[in-house]
């Protein structure tokens, strides 16, 4: 029976230029990559920097760091949406230049801090830029087919796994010259995205495609409410909140507990966070396409989120720091997980929708980035510190595991066994 967004997708790809489709996705894929080490270059001076401002030690610190991740989170829930459908209806290429654009004037004002209030206003506007994933994704979205979804957001997460790799390594040895040069460097970087962006990125969205804006969609809710149309996708959803929600253990609490558990400085710090985004990598790149190819979504999502949770148990358990290293290398199969969930919800969806969609699931993960800051730091200072009465730092850890092992069973229990690339839920009316 379906399936409309698999037809509609396919038949937009078709539409646009091959050449113009592979360079875009380029543009989109150095956008992200640009994107992420701005954002991953200060996370192993973030200890440092709070504490030349606050006074704040590790522990106290966390509650610091998580608010500012918090405000983040929460610009993205209240604009995620609002911005993917304002690519709906005035296409991706203008969105995405006016939030990389911001996002430049944000590392700049977080760089010339003077103090907490400073950084809190930074972060608000990054918030804001942030939002633009859901444009980026909705890219993604316009230029793939049923057999390159998979595999183009695969891409994406590659961005991810080498912005992670670069931006921490090289914050942390920005970080030996002062905790605020890594800002100026994502300020710059930012920049150059956008001069680059502005000249070479093209449009996907054919004006044809686009549909009026409403307001009525245009909110977390709405987006949640037309999400009602698509069969199944619902629980799809609810698997990848569960997921997100664990992985915000890894900005929140991997500096923190790190600098706790193993005494490492900015440097160390930036090194284990390489380690984990140059395996990312590697696995998106060359694991994760042949394996969809293989034997399909459903199954690498629940083989990703084994590894993921069984990783969350290695990082809570690890005593040693050169454990840390041997659970990244054991475990980094879990990068497999987002993006075939990503492909699968993203496969029932047509193109006039896919902002509409993309931004309900930025909206969503930002709720999960929400609420994560909150539970990984209060998890972390009840179970660390002079006051703790059970010391066990690797507490956060073991929470994200047992969220991972909670989308798991729902996942096999109410997501239907589909296999191969191009899957999704059917729509429930044509």
Same mark, same amino acid.
């Given at each position: 029976?379906?399936?409309?967004? @698999?037809?509609?997708?396919?038949?937009?790809?078709?539409?646009?230029? @091959?050449? !113009?489709?592979?360079?875009?996705?380029?543009?989109?894929?150095?956008?992200?990559?640009?994107?992420?080490?701005?954002?991953?270059?200060?996370?192993?001076?973030?200890?440092?920097?709070?504490?030349?401002?606050?006074?704040?030690?590790?522990?106290?610190?966390?509650?610091?760091?998580?608010?500012?991740?918090?405000? %983040?989170?929460?610009?993205?829930?209240?604009?995620?949406?609002?911005?993917?459908?304002?690519?709906?209806?005035?296409?991706?290429?203008?969105?995405?230049?006016?939030?990389?654009?911001?996002?430049?004037?944000?590392?700049?004002?977080?760089?010339?801090?003077?103090?907490?209030?400073?950084?809190?206003? *930074?972060?608000?506007?990054?918030?804001?830029?942030?939002?633009? %994933?859901?444009?980026?994704?909705?890219?993604?979205?316009?230029?793939?087919?049923?057999?390159?979804?998979?595999?183009?957001?695969?891409?994406?997460?590659?961005?991810?796994?080498?912005?992670?790799?670069?931006?921490?390594?090289?914050?942390?040895?920005?970080?030996?010259? *002062?905790?605020?040069?890594?800002?100026?460097?994502?300020?710059?970087?930012?920049?150059?995205?956008?001069?680059?962006?502005?000249?070479?990125?093209? @449009?996907?969205?054919?004006?044809?495609?686009?549909?009026?804006?409403?307001?009525?969609?245009?909110?977390?809710?709405?987006?949640?409410?037309?999400?009602?149309?698509? !069969?199944?996708?619902?629980?799809?959803?609810?698997?990848?909140?569960?997921?997100?929600?664990?992985?915000?253990?890894?900005?929140?609490?991997?500096?923190?507990?790190?600098?706790?558990? %193993?005494?490492?400085?900015?440097?160390?710090?930036?090194?284990?966070?390489?380690?984990?985004?140059?395996?990312?990598?590697?696995?998106?790149?060359?694991?994760?396409?042949?394996?969809?190819?293989?034997?399909?979504?459903?199954?690498?999502?629940?083989?990703?989120?084994?590894?993921?949770?069984?990783?969350?148990? *290695? %990082?809570?358990?690890?005593? @040693?720091?050169?454990?840390?290293?041997?659970?990244?290398?054991?475990?980094?199969?879990?990068?497999?997980?987002?993006?075939?969930?990503?492909?699968?919800?993203?496969?029932?969806?047509?193109?006039?929708?896919?902002?509409?969609?993309?931004?309900?699931?930025?909206?969503?993960?930002?709720?999960?980035?929400?609420?994560?800051?909150?539970?990984?730091?209060?998890?972390?200072?009840?179970?660390?510190?002079?006051?703790?009465?059970?010391?066990?730092?690797?507490?956060?850890?073991?929470?994200?595991?047992?969220?991972?092992?909670?989308?798991?069973?729902?996942?096999?229990?109410?997501?239907?066994?589909?296999? *191969?690339?191009?899957?999704?839920?059917?729509?429930?009316?044509?």
């Amino acid at each position: 029976m379906f399936r409309r967004g @698999e037809t509609e997708t396919a038949g937009s790809s078709a539409m646009i230029d @091959e050449k !113009r489709a592979r360079r875009g996705l380029a543009l989109v894929f150095f956008i992200l990559l640009m994107d992420m080490m701005g954002i991953a270059l200060i996370m192993p001076v973030m200890p440092a920097y709070l504490k030349e401002l606050t006074g704040a030690n590790a522990t106290e610190g966390v509650m610091e760091g998580s608010w500012l991740f918090i405000v %983040y989170s929460l610009m993205q829930l209240l604009f995620g949406t609002f911005i993917g459908n304002l690519s709906d209806r005035f296409g991706r290429r203008p969105v995405l230049l006016a939030s990389v654009l911001t996002f430049a004037i944000d590392n700049l004002i977080c760089a010339l801090a003077g103090s907490y209030g400073m950084l809190f206003i *930074g972060r608000i506007l990054a918030g804001i830029s942030g939002a633009s %994933y859901a444009t980026a994704s909705a890219y993604v979205a316009d230029v793939s087919t049923d057999e390159t979804r998979a595999k183009n957001f695969g891409l994406v997460g590659i961005s991810f796994g080498v912005g992670f790799t670069l931006g921490p390594v090289l914050g942390g040895l920005l970080g030996e010259f *002062g905790p605020r040069v890594p800002f100026f460097v994502a300020a710059g970087l930012s920049f150059l995205n956008f001069v680059v962006a502005m000249f070479l990125l093209p @449009e996907t969205l054919e004006p044809h495609q686009r549909r009026k804006f409403e307001w009525k969609r245009a909110n977390p809710l709405g987006g949640l409410l037309q999400l009602r149309k698509y !069969r199944g996708i619902g629980w799809i959803v609810s698997v990848m909140f569960l997921f997100w929600l664990a992985h915000v253990v890894y900005p929140v609490a991997w500096p923190f507990v790190s600098a706790y558990r %193993y005494d490492w400085g900015p440097l160390m710090i930036s090194l284990s966070l390489g380690a984990w985004g140059i395996f990312s990598a590697l696995i998106m790149a060359f694991v994760l396409p042949p394996t969809v190819k293989r034997i399909g979504e459903w199954k690498t999502a629940t083989v990703g989120m084994t590894f993921s949770m069984l990783g969350f148990l *290695g %990082y809570a358990f690890a005593w @040693e720091g050169w454990v840390v290293f041997a659970v990244v290398v054991l475990t980094c199969m879990e990068n497999v997980a987002d993006p075939a969930l990503r492909s699968i919800a993203a496969a029932g969806v047509p193109p006039s929708e896919q902002g509409d969609l993309q931004g309900t699931l930025t909206s969503l993960s930002s709720v999960s980035s929400i609420l994560g800051p909150i539970i990984f730091s209060y998890v972390f200072a009840t179970y660390s510190g002079p006051g703790a009465t059970v010391h066990f730092p690797g507490a956060p850890y073991f929470v994200a595991a047992v969220m991972i092992g909670a989308g798991l069973g729902v996942f096999i229990l109410r997501v239907p066994h589909w296999r *191969g690339s191009g899957t999704a839920a059917a729509p429930t009316h044509h």
